[in-house]
């Protein structure tokens, strides 16, 4: 059982680049999200779905884009990087009706901008 | 705003000793607790977590401890082991369909 599984780990990207950050999971989970971890600080709600074809901006969404055209995948998009998107970034799923906030999460995936 | 916070960024025990982890909230909304621990170059996996109807939760070495007066929670580990050394992190929810949101957490390092 895979779990979250994301790629790639790292990655680094010249300032303007685009890339996508991959995400899928093998656990038929409803909820899926992105957060962000910048040293010295907590976790940072990108965006979110709770189900293939809906998606919502949580805390930090500028920069960035989703889509959830399946329940598995759930791909995150920078378009035009900038040095404050070096972070760590993060998956995590989760079922409907499971212990109330559990999240399952990826290894994560380290991007630096330069 | 930071709305659930861990004010210790480290903290260090001898091995076989008690780790006291504390995190302080502010929103009145939040409803369940949870704690997460992350290894590096791991995600997070949750650990334990409470709802607000109960003040204690216990699992094996592990308990969470919830003063809704005092918007404070804390957690106990007994007796620490050196593999229980990772960063953790308070977080809270308003509900079963909400988002969580997490403190900066704590890095505990346990002595041999």
């Known amino acids: 059982n895979a779990g979250v599984t994301q790629t790639p780990k790292f990655r680094i990207l010249k300032i303007g680049q685009s890339m996508t950050l991959q995400c899928t999971q093998d656990m038929n989970h409803n909820y899926m999200y992105w957060y962000r971890q910048d040293p010295g600080m907590g976790l940072k709600l990108i965006y979110y779905?709770?189900?293939?074809?809906?998606?919502d901006k949580g805390e930090v969404p500028n920069g960035y884009n989703v889509s959830r055209s399946t329940t598995e995948d759930f791909p995150l998009r920078l378009e035009l990087a900038a040095p404050s998107q070096t972070s760590v970034y993060f998956c995590?799923?989760?079922?409907?009706?499971?212990?109330?906030?559990?999240?399952?999460f990826g290894e994560g995936s380290r991007l630096t901008v330069l | 705003d930071q709305q659930v916070k861990q004010n210790s960024p480290s903290l260090s025990v001898q091995e076989g000793r008690i780790s006291i982890l504390n995190c302080d909230y502010t929103n009145s909304m939040f409803d369940y607790f949870l704690w997460y621990k992350k290894y590096p170059a791991e995600g997070p996996t949750f650990l334990i977590s409470i709802s607000s109807i109960k003040d204690k939760n216990e699992d094996g070495r592990f308990t969470v401890f919830l003063n809704k007066s005092a918007k404070h929670l804390s957690l106990h580990i007994v007796p620490s082991q050196p593999g229980d050394s990772a960063v953790y992190f308070c977080a809270a929810t308003p509900g079963a369909n909400s988002k969580l949101t997490f403190g900066k957490g704590i890095t505990l390092s346990v002595r041999p």
């Open positions: 779905s709770v189900g293939a074809g809906i998606t």
């Open positions: 995590a799923s989760r079922t409907r009706g499971g212990r109330t906030g559990e999240l399952f």
